[in-house]
């Protein structure tokens, strides 16, 4: 099943933190946060301005996200658990020196 977000929401998929910490304490699953980074899986085509031109997404699918801690709606398709976020609860897409996007 693929999911299909609406207007300026992207479907994401969080990443796993380290259950390490770099002294080498593991950190046990009670004491750990929800990770603020995730994975796009799905993007929507972008909202609509007054005159109901489209204004389309700054995010795509892969990019790497930085979210708000309180951002979004968790939902579960396939066994998967899934956020689904309003672009403007994004605060920061992660790039990567190896795959930048190219300025055309």
Known sequence: MKIKPLGDRIVVERLEQDTKTAGGIIIPDTAKE????????????????????????????????????????????????LLVLKESDVIGIIEDAGSKKKAA
């Open 34 to 81: 929800k990770p603020k980074q995730a994975k796009v899986i799905a993007v929507g085509p972008g909202a609509k301005d007054d005159n109901g031109k489209r204004i389309p997404m700054d995010i795509e699918v892969g990019d790497i996200v930085l979210f708000t801690q309180w951002a979004g709606n968790e939902v579960k398709v396939e066994g998967k658990e």
